[in-house]
């Protein structure tokens, strides 16, 4: 609901949703919709095959009217510096004032928000799908139709991992949007997108299919199509046409420097949302699978190392102990090249596969083990199933001093990192932190001890003094770090 909130990254991973507008323009977009009905139709488009495929002008008129905006509004709890309010004096703050409260108190107040976003109707009873962060903390969803009737919507159900949500509207005989799919969509093929940016209703926008199985680090684990629609706040949650003038995907985020449209956005395939749709009407709402690992990528230097014909797969670096995997018999090391015979290429490939299953399924895997391939059957946990409780290494007497959670390299990693010894940072905080030492570095020694495990870094730890030289690797590259002790 809230509209591209700054983030420290470089690039804003920005979700598209609007803030209100004054005004939409939207009784221009329904005459430039009445004249290209009445105009003849524009010269379809050719797919390799021969066959006609129909314009973007007919695929906007016969979709157009079941593509819907949708406004929605509510408060957030915010905390207000005493001072910082350009309106009205707070009477509350005047009390708290009066009677001694320190100045710069924070004062918590609710705070009305606002938002726009863009769906479309998949049934003629009024059920019409969106993405889950336009109706996020939202207390009243209102959904307009191209006819300008509107309607008070109900969320029957939000997936915050995919990003889909069911609404509901009080109607009879609506216009519906037909479901596609897009195992047949291919890269470089047309596509169109309906929505309302910035509160512009029924706004068109083509472009071509950039990519497909897209990964993004959301945690979303939706294989996202990539596409250059210009996609922009508001657009959140409007239908994605293939040239047929089927619906393929939700358009749900856009990839920018400065939040704003830069040529590369991103649509939830419609598999993805039917399922969620279907789950959340049965039951109220969506289920997800786990298999309990932690994977990476594979690179050329592990493929070589690793003996693969190919850097492709998923390479296992944890396994959850009890999880499915560990149930199953996978190892740390082990690389994942297939689920139920479908290749897994990127490491991502994984998670998109598995989120998309239903708990409790059994699922073949095929495993690069030791120079060879092996057949491992699992069963996949339910992710709303908390993970069995885990003792850590950062739980060790001596992380207060140095500020470290470090655990033992796996040998495919001390491969990659040309190490025989030392231990994976896993976070740094406190002092080592402030040192610059970061999640990810190899620590290699203290005080030119070489770092073996875990205990003997708490051991030389406890000993130092004031501060410790550490070195670590990084990027390929050793350099000592000064750490001043906590």
Same mark, same amino acid.
């Not at 830069?262 to 969506?286: C, M, N, W, Y």
């Not at 230097?301 to 560990?326: E, H, I, N, R, Y």
């Not at 897994?344 to 490939?349: E, K, L, N, R």
């Given at each position: ?106 004062m918590p107040r609710d705070v009305p928000v606002r938002g726009q976003g863009s769906g479309f109707i998949v049934s003629p009873d009024g059920v019409v799908l969106t993405n889950a962060h336009v109706v996020k903390n939202a207390d009243e969803v209102t959904v307009k139709l191209t006819d300008r009737r509107e309607f008070r919507a109900k969320v029957l159900g939000a997936d915050p /991992? %995919? &990003? !889909? *949500? +069911? ?5 009879? @005989? ?5 479901? #596609? ?44 199509? /990539? %596409? &250059? !629609? *210009? +996609? ?5 949650? @409007? ?5 047929? #003038? ?230 390929g590259e050793r350099i000592f770090v000064p750490v001043r002790l906590g």
């Open positions: 609901m809230d509209t591209l909130a700054s983030t420290p990254r470089r690039l804003i991973l920005a979700l598209v949703a609007a803030g209100a507008l004054g005004a939409t323009g939207a009784g221009l977009v329904t005459s430039r919709q009445a004249q290209a009905v009445a105009q003849p139709a524009a010269v379809p488009l050719a797919q390799p095959g021969g066959e006609a495929l129909p314009g973007f002008a007919q695929i906007t008129a016969q979709n157009g009217p079941a593509v819907v905006n949708i406004s929605v509004s509510g408060t957030q709890r915010t905390a207000l510096a005493e001072g910082d309010d350009d309106g009205p004096a707070d009477p509350f703050q005047e009390f708290f004032r009066r009677f001694g409260m320190p100045q710069g108190m924070q /991992q %995919t &990003d !889909v *949500a +069911v609404l509901k509207i009080d109607a009879k @005989g609506l216009p519906t949007v037909h479901l #596609g799919s897009t195992r047949a969509l291919g890269v470089g093929e047309w596509v169109l997108a309906i929505g309302s940016p910035f509160g512009f209703e029924n706004s068109v926008t083509a472009g071509v299919v950039s990519a497909k199985g897209r990964a993004l680090p959301d945690d979303s684990a939706v294989p996202f199509i /990539q %596409t &250059d !629609v *210009a +996609v922009n706040p508001g657009n959140s949650g @409007g239908p994605l046409f293939n040239a047929r #003038g089927e619906v393929v995907g939700i358009n749900s985020q856009i990839y920018s420097r400065s939040g704003g449209y830069q040529g590369v956005s991103f649509a939830i395939p419609i598999e993805v949302a039917a399922r969620v749709k279907d789950q959340i009407l049965a039951t109220g709402h969506a289920s997800h699978a786990r298999l309990g690992v932690t994977v990476q990528e594979v690179n050329q230097t592990l493929a070589d190392s690793f003996g693969l014909d190919k850097p492709q797969g998923a390479l296992v670096a944890d396994v959850q102990k009890g999880g499915p995997a560990d149930k199953a018999g996978l190892r740390s090391g082990d690389v994942i090249r297939s689920v139920d015979g479908q290749p897994i290429v990127s490491s991502s490939d994984l998670p998109a596969f598995v989120s998309q299953t239903a708990p409790g399924t059994q699922v073949r895997l095929q495993v690069w083990r030791h120079g060879r391939s092996e057949d491992v059957t699992a069963t996949l946990g339910n992710a709303a199933d908390k993970p069995p409780a885990q003792a850590r290494a950062d739980a060790a007497p001596g992380q207060g001093r140095l500020g470290l959670a470090l655990r033992p390299l796996q040998p495919g990693e001390q491969r990659e990192a040309g190490v025989e010894g030392g231990l994976l940072i896993e976070q740094a905080s406190g002092p080592a932190a402030r040192a610059g030492v970061q999640g990810g570095d190899v620590l290699l020694s203290v005080n030119g001890t070489p770092a073996r495990d875990v205990a003997q870094v708490r051991g030389v730890v406890a000993k130092a003094g004031k501060s410790v030289a550490l070195l670590v690797m990084r990027d």
